[in-house]
């Protein structure tokens, strides 16, 4: 159960877009389509951008999508807003019902 | 309006035991699996267990096994995290979280923070 790898940070500027990896292995990223990710405003609830790799939940801007290659996840925002600016993490379902969560990425706009 | 709304958090010793509550509101509870995660001081997020609907299948983290046990109270639509022999590396914010139905957490109470120290 090892923490999936994510860049601690990255930036970009209003307009732009940027991508955020998630790498892990074929027992987790890999083995199965079920990785999501959530933002995170420090000191509120976490909020599901994307689901099922790719999906969107409602309510969730369409510049915001998901991918996978291989044992790599990647959450892609384009169109950058201020409001973007928070912490992203990734999960994965590991089977045998469990989960991992990747170590965080902290996106600013610049 | 989907609710979790966590409590149960506070200051324990090293060694001690605490019992987190999380009510849930604004769906059928005892139809959805749930989940509950931490958040150490300035680090990620950590998957520590989940529970089925009726509360007959449950897992948990390499971390927590054997110290933690989930389980929940379909008639009181709440969730309960049970944890004993406590450490330091255990003080977290702990979230409880609704299972979307695809392996995802779909909604999240606002957490309670654990401390243990002495």
């Known amino acids: 159960q090892s923490a999936l790898t994510q860049p601690r940070s990255v930036s970009g500027s209003p307009g732009q877009s940027v991508t955020i990896s998630c790498t892990g292995t074929s027992s987790d990223v890999g083995g199965y389509n079920y990785v999501s990710w959530y933002q995170h405003h420090p000191g509120k609830a976490p909020k599901v951008m994307i689901y099922?790799?790719?999906k969107r939940p409602s309510g969730v801007p369409d510049r915001f999508s998901g991918s996978k290659s291989g044992n790599t996840a990647s959450l892609t925002i384009s169109g950058l807003q201020a409001e973007d600016e928070a912490d992203y993490y990734c999960c994965s379902y590991a089977g045998s019902y469990t989960w991992v969560f990747g170590g965080g990425t902290k996106l600013t706009v610049l | 309006e989907v609710q979790l709304v966590e409590s149960g958090g506070g200051l324990v010793q090293p060694g001690g035991s605490l019992r987190l509550s999380c009510a849930a509101s604004g769906f059928t509870f005892s139809t959805y699996w749930m989940h509950w995660v931490r958040q150490a001081p300035g680090k990620g997020l950590v998957w520590v267990s989940q529970i089925n609907p009726d509360g007959s299948s449950t897992s948990y983290a390499d971390s927590v096994k054997g110290r933690f046990t989930i389980s929940r109270d379909n008639a009181k639509n709440t969730l309960y995290l049970q944890m004993n022999s406590l450490s330091a590396e255990d003080t977290a914010v702990y979230y409880c979280a609704r299972d979307g139905g695809s392996y995802y957490e779909d909604y999240w109470g606002q957490g309670t923070l654990v401390t243990v120290s002495s």
């Open positions: 099922d790799v790719s």
